[in-house]
């Protein structure tokens, strides 16, 4: 069975909610969901350095928040925990910890991000001829899918996921 025909539904024991985090650690032994996963994580995480630490030219979280809170409009607290989810869950998908949460709330931000660079069209600015923050929004499509990927499917092999659920398996 493929991930599009396989069932995302699976009976919950209410007594132990095993059903449930079993279904949320699965993830099938896939080489391929562990490049998605790691692609994913290995180019959003610097851009979460550049704005909660100032790595890479970045600004940093107090200016980054004002940006967010000032010219995007984004309420304070949701600003706040969105820098916080570029750093946190990028880390946690390189170790293929909660992979599906983490690639379900990715899909979520970035088609959120994506929603800010609309007014400028699809393309990036592959050629820097525009000014810096007036993007299109190709990238984050990718992210998006990549994410939403991760989030049916798990993060595949070497993922700490895999580990976990085969424990949760044998305790049962």
């Known amino acids: 069975m493929t991930s599009l025909t396989r069932p995302l539904v699976v009976p919950i024991d209410l007594r132990t909610g095993s059903g449930l ?7 099938e032994n896939s080489l391929t969901f562990a490049m998605l996963r790691l692609t994913l994580a290995l180019v959003l995480l610097p851009h979460g350095l550049q704005h909660m630490f100032s790595l890479f030219g970045g600004y940093g979280f107090t200016a980054t928040l004002g940006w967010m809170t000032g ?11 969105g820098i916080v989810l570029e750093v946190a869950a990028p880390a946690l998908l390189i170790a293929g910890l909660g992979s599906r949460l983490w690639g379900a709330a990715l899909a979520v931000f970035m088609a ?3 929603s800010t660079h609309v007014p400028n069209g699809f393309f990036m600015n592959w ?3 525009l000014p810096a923050g007036s993007e299109g929004f190709e990238y984050h499509l990718l992210a998006i899918v990549l994410a939403i990927a991760i989030a049916v499917n798990g993060g595949g092999a070497l993922s700490l996921d895999r580990i ?3 424990r949760t398996a044998n305790a049962q």
Do not use: K, Q, V
Request: aromatic letters at 4%; zero cysteines.
């Open 21 to 27: 985090l079993s279904r949320l650690l699965h993830s």
């Open 71 to 81: 010219t995007l409009g984004i309420p304070a607290p949701l600003a706040a925990a």
């Open 112 to 114: 959120t991000a994506a």
């Open 127 to 129: 050629f820097g001829t």
């Open 164 to 166: 976990l659920a085969a």
